[in-house]
C-alpha cells in the first residue's frame, strides 16, 4: 500500500486568548502544531502500513518552518516527507492549495490511498481535501471514520462515514482519498528512534519548478479565485450574564425555566 | 519569502498590524513592522494600518477567459435524504429568493434523487421558480461523483451567477468537488450573504480562526460563485402552495457502470433530533460524570424537544458518542438555546457554540469561562437543578 498524508501546519488555538479590551487576539508564545485532525490522518496511515507493509509519505503545503509538521510525522513513524514551499504558492486559497497539492501527488505517483484531516482548525473549510481528489479523478470519502475493510487484491475499501443523520457505510474502488474525523482512532506520540530518524532524514522542499505540467497562472494568491476583502472581529455577544441565585435549586430552576420561556424559542 | 510588502517609509511604528494578526508573523524591529515566514498572505493586517504601508500584491484577474456576463441566475443545491428535503436546503431556498430578487433574476432548484418529484414541488412552494429534475436510481443514496458530474454539467450548460449549498456534510462534500473542477471560487461555512450593490458581486462572510475572526470573501473573475452556508443562518421561508414554477427533467450525467462508490448500508443515529439542525441542545461536560449522568441531561433534552450534545471531555472519556460532540474537534452548532451543564467552556468549546442565540450555563464553579459567553447562569450542582428544571418544563409546557 502507497499511502500519502496530507497534513498543515496551525496555530495552536489553545494559545489563543482574546484581549477584552480590543476583542483582538493575543498570541504572545503562540505555538504551531500538526492540524488535529490531521493527526488522525497521520496514524491512520502507519495503521494501514503496519497491516498491510508499504509506504507512508506525508506532505504539507506552507512557510518553511511547516517543516516540523513534516519532523514531527516522520517521528510518529511516516517513512518519508516532502515539503511545498514557494512565495509562488502563498496566499493559496482551497482551490490553489487543492491544485498544486495534486500536482504534488501526481509527481509522486503510484498510490492506493491518499489521507488528509476533515478540515483545518485555522480555515475550517473542509474543502480541500474533496479539491484534490477532484484534481486527480478518483474517488472521495469524506468524514470516515472508520475503515471497515480493506482488500488490495481487489482494490477495494469499505468504510463507515459520520453524517448528519447517523453513519453510512460505503464500498468503493482504490485509490480513493479519505478524510477523517477525530473518532476514528488515538494518534500515538512520536517516539525516540522515529525522532532520530526525522533529525536524518533529509526532506526535500518542492517549488514551482518542481511540479511537472503546472500552470503559474493557478498559483497562490494570483491563482485563487476567492479574494479576502475584509476581516473584522467577530459580533461581541449582547447583553450581560443573568446570574439567577435562589434559596433553592427548585427556585433557581423556575426562575430559569420563566425566563426561557419569556424568550420565546421554545 | 512572505508576500507581504511593508513600506517602510510609510511604517509609524504604532504596532496595530501586529495585533491584528492571527498567526503572529508581525512584530516591530526598530519601531518599523517586519514580517516573518508565518505570514500566509490572509490580509488580517491590511484594514488595521492606519498609514496604508502594508500592501499584498493585487490578485490579478487570471485569464479572463470567464465571461462573466454570460452567467445569470442564483441556484440552490437541494439536499434530500431518504425522499425528504433538508432543513437547511429550504434555509437556501429563502436566502436563494433574496439574493434572485435583489439581482432581478430566476431562482433554480436543482433536485437530485430517486422519486423525488414531491421535492419539486416543494421546492417551487419555498420559492424556486425552476427546478432541475434528476431522478434516477443511481442518485438514490447520495455520492460524491455522480451528483458532481451531474451538477457540472448542468452548471456548463446553463451558467448560473450564484451556486449555494448547506454547508452539511453532504453538502461540503459536493461543493469542493463541483468548485474544483469548474475553477471557480467557493467560499465555505458561510454565516452571512449579500449583493454588494455596486457591483453585483455576492459578498460571502465566514468565520476562521475558531470563530475569531470574520472575513468578508469575493470571487470577483469566476463563475459560479459558490458558497456553502452553516445551518440557522437565515430565516425560514414559508410555504406558499400556489406558487408556479416549471420543472425540467434532466438526465444523470453518468452511468450506474461508471460509479465507483456505493453506499451499502446506512445506521441511523437513535436520537430523534440531530444536532446539527437542531434548535434546542442540552450538552453535557466533564461535571455530568459519568454515562449515568447523561440520562439527566437527556431528560432535559426530551422535554424541551432538543439534542444532546457534550463537550469533548466527555466524549473521550467515552461517556457519549462522538457524533454529540460541540466544538473545534466535533460539531459547530448555532441553535436558539443552547444549555451547557457541568461545562467549564474552554476556546474549542465555545468556538463550536458561542453563536447560540441564547446560551445558558449550569456550573459548580462560578469563574468557568462558559459564563462569560452565557446569557443566564446558575452556579450550583446540575444534579440539583438540571432534574428540578426538567419538572418546571414539564409543568410550564405541557400544563
Redesign the interface.
Known amino acids: 500500500m502507497k499511502i500519502i498524508v496530507c497534513i498543515k501546519q496551525v496555530?495552536g488555538?489553545?494559545d489563543?486568548?482574546?484581549?477584552p479590551e480590543?476583542n483582538?487576539?493575543i498570541?504572545e508564545g503562540?505555538s504551531?502544531i500538526i492540524n488535529?485532525?490531521d493527526m488522525y490522518a497521520i496514524e491512520e496511515g502507519l495503521r494501514i502500513k503496519e497491516k498491510f507493509g508499504g509506504k507512508v509519505t506525508v506532505i504539507s503545503l506552507?512557510?518553511?518552518?511547516a517543516i516540523n509538521a513534516l519532523k514531527e510525522a516522520v517521528g510518529m513513524g511516516a517513512d518519508e516527507a516532502i515539503q511545498l514551499s514557494d512565495?509562488a504558492f502563498?496566499?493559496s486559497?482551497?482551490?490553489a492549495t487543492?491544485y498544486t497539492l495534486a500536482l504534488a501527488i501526481k509527481k509522486i505517483g503510484n498510490f492506493n490511498i491518499i489521507l488528509c484531516g476533515k478540515q483545518a482548525?485555522?480555515?475550517?473549510?473542509?474543502?480541500?481535501?474533496?479539491?484534490?481528489?477532484?484534481?486527480l479523478g478518483i474517488?472521495?470519502?469524506?468524514?470516515v471514520?472508520k475503515i471497515i475493510k480493506l482488500e488490495p487484491e481487489s482494490s477495494t475499501i469499505?468504510v463507515?462515514?459520520?453524517?448528519?443523520?447517523?453513519?453510512?457505510?460505503?464500498?468503493?474502488?482504490l485509490p480513493?482519498l479519505l478524510t477523517v474525523?477525530?473518532?476514528i482512532n488515538q494518534p500515538r506520540a512520536t517516539t525516540l528512534f522515529h525522532i532520530r530518524r526525522a533529525s536524518s532524514l533529509s526532506i526535500p522542499t518542492w517549488t514551482v519548478v518542481d511540479l511537472p505540467g503546472v500552470d503559474p497562472?493557478?498559483l497562490?494568491?494570483?491563482?485563487?479565485?476567492?479574494?479576502?476583502?475584509?476581516?473584522?472581529?467577530?459580533p461581541k455577544?449582547e447583553?450581560v450574564?443573568?446570574?439567577?441565585?435562589a434559596d433553592s435549586?427548585?427556585q433557581?430552576?423556575?426562575i430559569?425555566?420563566?425566563?426561557?420561556?419569556a424568550?420565546k424559542?421554545? | 519569502m512572505p508576500l507581504l510588502e511593508i513600506d517602510k517609509d510609510k511604517c509609524i511604528g504604532c504596532g496595530g498590524c501586529i495585533e491584528a494578526c492571527p498567526l503572529g508573523a508581525l512584530s516591530l524591529v526598530d519601531d518599523l513592522a517586519v514580517v516573518n515566514d508565518k505570514c500566509t498572505a490572509c490580509g488580517a493586517c491590511l484594514l488595521a494600518c492606519p498609514v496604508h504601508a502594508l500592501n499584498l500584491p493585487e490578485a490579478l484577474p487570471q485569464e479572463v477567459a470567464v465571461n462573466l456576463v454570460a452567467y445569470s441566475g442564483v441556484w440552490v443545491w437541494i439536499e434530500q435524504f431518504h425522499g425528504r428535503i433538508g432543513s437547511i436546503s429550504i434555509e437556501m431556498l429563502g436566502q436563494g429568493r433574496k439574493l434572485a430578487d435583489q439581482r432581478k433574476v430566476a431562482l433554480t432548484a436543482c433536485v437530485l434523487g430517486h422519486n423525488v418529484e414531491h421535492i419539486t414541488k416543494e421546492a417551487i412552494s419555498f420559492g424556486a421558480d425552476r427546478v432541475f429534475w434528476v431522478d434516477d436510481e443511481s442518485l438514490a443514496a447520495y455520492s460524491t461523483a455522480p451528483y458532481a458530474s451531474t451538477l457540472i454539467s448542468l452548471i456548463r450548460e446553463y451558467k448560473p451567477e450564484i451556486f449555494l449549498l448547506g454547508a452539511s456534510s453532504r453538502g461540503r462534500d459536493l461543493a469542493g468537488s463541483v468548485a474544483s473542477v469548474l475553477y471557480t471560487g467557493l467560499t465555505a461555512d458561510c454565516t452571512g450573504l449579500d449583493i454588494d450593490l455596486e457591483n453585483g458581486l455576492l459578498l460571502q462572510t465566514r468565520p476562521a480562526f475558531g470563530g475569531n475572526i470574520m472575513a468578508t470573501i469575493i470571487c470577483a473573475y469566476h463563475r459560479p460563485q459558490m458558497a456553502t452556508v452553516r445551518y440557522h443562518v437565515f430565516e425560514m421561508p414559508i410555504a406558499d402552495s400556489r406558487r408556479q414554477g416549471q420543472v425540467i427533467p434532466i438526465k444523470a450525467a453518468m452511468s450506474a457502470e461508471q460509479i465507483t462508490a456505493h453506499v451499502i448500508d446506512s445506521i441511523l443515529e437513535k436520537d430523534e433530533i440531530k444536532l446539527a439542525d437542531a434548535r434546542i441542545i442540552v450538552s453535557g461536560g466533564r461535571g455530568v460524570g459519568g454515562p449515568a449522568g447523561f440520562e439527566t441531561i437527556r431528560k432535559l433534552a426530551e422535554v424541551l424537544g432538543g439534542a444532546v450534545g457534550s463537550s469533548r471531555q466527555a466524549v473521550d472519556a467515552g461517556w457519549i458518542s462522538y457524533a454529540h460532540q460541540v466544538g473545534q474537534t466535533g460539531r459547530t452548532v448555532r441553535p436558539d438555546l443552547y444549555i451547557a451543564c457541568g461545562i467549564s467552556g474552554q476556546i474549542q468549546h465555545l468556538a463550536g457554540m458561542k453563536t447560540s442565540k441564547v446560551i445558558v450555563a449550569i456550573n459548580k464553579n462560578p469563574d468557568a469561562p462558559i459564563f462569560n459567553v452565557a446569557n443566564y447562569g446558575i452556579v450550583g450542582d446540575l444534579f440539583q437543578i438540571v432534574p428540578a428544571l426538567t419538572e418546571q418544563f414539564k409543568k410550564k409546557l405541557h400544563k
Do not use: C, H, M
Open positions: 496555530p488555538i489553545t489563543v486568548k482574546i484581549n480590543t483582538t487576539l498570541r503562540i504551531s488535529p485532525f506552507g512557510p518553511p518552518q512565495r502563498a496566499g486559497d482551497s482551490w487543492a482548525i485555522d480555515g475550517d473549510t473542509g474543502q480541500v481535501g474533496p479539491g484534490i481528489a477532484s484534481q474517488t472521495q470519502l469524506t468524514y471514520f469499505t463507515e462515514r459520520l453524517l448528519e443523520e447517523g453513519r453510512e457505510i460505503v464500498e468503493a474502488k480513493a474525523v477525530k473518532d497562472y493557478r497562490g494568491l494570483k491563482g485563487s479565485p476567492t479574494q479576502v476583502i475584509k476581516i473584522f472581529s467577530p455577544r447583553g450574564l443573568d446570574l439567577i441565585k435549586a427548585e433557581s430552576a423556575a430559569l425555566a420563566d425566563k426561557i420561556i424568550e424559542i421554545l
